[in-house]
């Protein structure tokens, strides 16, 4: 029997992402490196040309209107990682992902708000003095989570 409180999962999703683009490439990771769903929150958008591999069929997508229906709906036991470039943030490269979480990730020109932050249990970001495409950004957060790392 399934048990998700010992069991490892993750799901990886953008709040208000600007471009289809953006999102079909972080799709199409998430579903090459684990991911167990995938998400938005505002803005959403339908068939992505750059999710060659179809992952919104390979893996739950879900889509919520508000951060709050979001922050309502996120599984048991699982940690909220937000990712920002901010003071506060932990470095990614020394950061040990939780066994169960959802990474969030913000629009490019806006970031997660101050309140989204405070809401998150984890915020992580990259050594890099400016932000990063969105889909990137989560590649790299997927790609150092497959890392042997310790898990907390």
């Known amino acids: 029997m399934n048990d998700n409180f010992i069991n490892e999962y993750f799901g990886i999703g953008i709040q208000n992402g600007k471009t289809p683009e953006n999102l079909g490439v972080l799709w199409r990771t998430a579903q090459n490196l684990g991911a167990t769903f995938i998400f938005t929150i505002g803005n959403r958008y339908a068939k992505q040309a750059c999710d060659t591999h179809d992952a919104v069929k390979a893996i739950p997508y879900f889509h919520y209107d508000t951060f709050e229906a979001f922050f309502e709906n996120l599984p048991k036991g699982a940690r909220l990682i937000g990712v920002e470039l901010d003071e506060k943030a932990s470095d990614l490269e020394t950061f040990e992902h939780p066994r ?7 629009a490019e020109d806006h970031g997660l708000s101050r309140k989204v932050m405070d809401k998150c249990h984890h915020l992580i970001k990259f050594k890099s003095e400016k932000s990063l495409n969105v889909a990137v950004a989560g590649s790299i ?7 042997p790392k310790p898990r907390s």
């Open 100 to 106: 169960r979480c959802v990474y969030l990730l913000g």
């Open 141 to 147: 957060i997927m790609y150092d989570r497959n890392l």
